[in-house]
């Protein structure tokens, strides 16, 4: 019997009630090992079938893993935590990926990939394979928006077959237990700046005849979700730094007096909208702080050299203090514009020119306000504990 020690490969195959495919893949599966001489096993990651399909992996020579809680990711993340092997290669037990040409994955990951990605558009998609929402839409878009956010230089962001160094996967800690597992894999790699690679694979219609587990819309949502969730630049810092901007330089001009541009006039109507949309940039700012401080001390996001040396020049006092600040020449101007009206007796005022200087007011304030709050909360983010990693303790 092989030791454990000695295993370079595990095939690892997440299985719920998959009896009708699981000898298939299993047998080819081990099929590969003994043709290319690799030493090997099949684990069976198994999410609670009631298929027998358990009595039907151990009797062709699989390791069955139980997966107590449900989910593909939680199958999965089963099966790496007792695969023995060196590497392990996952993909799905419906028999839809090729286990008999598993070469270029093993080739890759010995010449020292951390993870190696197969890619179905390049390698080839038989007909009826996949749904044309997910060929033409769903995984085109979603590769994009990966690529874009992450840069992981691959070109297939969801292809189920993959090989990875066992113990590199590992030390991510990866914790979804869904089918955004899948996504998760590979964000993870990029921000870890794990060498990622990518090799040709192609799919087929599974042979299963009930139908599968994924839900194309909602699973699609999940994964765009959770890499928004996973860059926070592109979810709040882009956008919301654009409205700030733009609103802000906006009340700023206006302020000053109205503005035509050809036929168009830009007043004090504008500059409501305008301080709206400041708000909300401000907003969306303040949110990508908080979520900044919040994954990098639970360690969903890796801390880089730049923001721990920003972090090293915050504190919560200087967070109150810009607030204060802002807040205080909110109210200044408050007090000028009721001097002024006080100098009137109280009287009418232009209507104009009592809103074009209550909105900066008003927006000083509010802005203010919530920058004193957002750092009185950011201070209790920050608290030291006794379960922080030394790095992760930020004076505040």
């Known amino acids: ?19 009708e495919t699981l000898e298939t893949c299993v047998r080819k599966a081990k099929g590969f090992l003994d043709r290319t001489g690799i030493s090997g096993e099949v684990v069976v990651a198994d999410n609670g079938s009631t298929d027998g399909s358990q009595a039907i992996a151990t009797g062709l020579g699989a390791r069955v893993v139980p ?21 392990t290669i996952m993909g799905d037990a419906d028999d839809s990926y090729d286990f008999t040409r598993l070469e270029p994955f093993v080739e890759r990951l010995r010449t020292g990939s951390d ?6 558009f390049a390698g080839g998609i038989e007909p009826g394979a996949m749904p044309p929402l997910h060929k033409y839409l769903g995984n085109p878009v979603l590769s994009f928006i990966g690529q874009l956010f992450f840069r992981p230089g691959i070109g297939d962001f969801h292809c189920g077959l993959r090989g990875f160094n066992t113990e590199r996967i590992r030390a991510l800690s990866l914790k979804t ?66 409205a700030f901007l733009l609103g802000a330089l906006t009340v700023g001009i206006l302020s000053f007096g109205g503005v035509r541009i050809g036929q168009i006039g830009f007043d004090v109507t504008t500059m409501v909208y305008a301080s709206a949309l400041c708000i909300l940039g401000f907003q969306a700012l303040l949110f990508f702080w908080l979520t900044k401080l919040y994954a990098t001390q639970e360690g969903f996001l890796p801390t880089s050299e730049r923001y721990r040396r920003i972090m090293s020049r915050w504190t919560t006092e200087r967070g109150l203090l810009a607030g204060t600040v802002l807040f205080l020449l909110g109210v200044v101007l408050g007090v000028v514009q009721v001097s002024q009206w006080a100098a009137l007796g109280f009287g009418q005022q232009d209507a104009v020119d009592v809103i074009r200087v209550a909105i900066p007011s008003s927006l000083g304030i509010i802005l203010g306000f919530q920058t004193i709050m957002m750092s009185f909360f950011s201070g209790v983010l920050t608290v030291p504990r006794q379960d922080m990693e030394p790095e992760a303790v930020i004076e505040s």
């Open 67 to 87: 997966a107590s809680r449900r989910g593909y990711g939680a199958a999965l993340l089963a099966g790496i935590d007792q695969a023995h092997g060196t590497y």
């Open 177 to 242: 237990t869904g089918m955004e597992f899948a996504s998760e894999m590979v964000v993870r790699s990029s921000l870890a700046r794990y060498r990622i690679d990518e090799v040709p694979t192609t799919l087929k219609k599974d042979g299963r005849s009930r139908p599968p587990h994924l839900r194309s819309w909602h699973d699609g949502w999940r994964h765009l979700r959770f890499l928004l969730l996973f860059a926070p630049r592109w979810l709040f810092v882009y956008p919301g730094l654009f």
């Open 115 to 120: 993870l190696v990605m197969g890619n179905r």
């Open 1 to 19: 019997m092989t030791e454990t020690r000695d295993i370079e490969l595990t095939i690892l195959m997440p299985c719920l009630n998959e009896a």
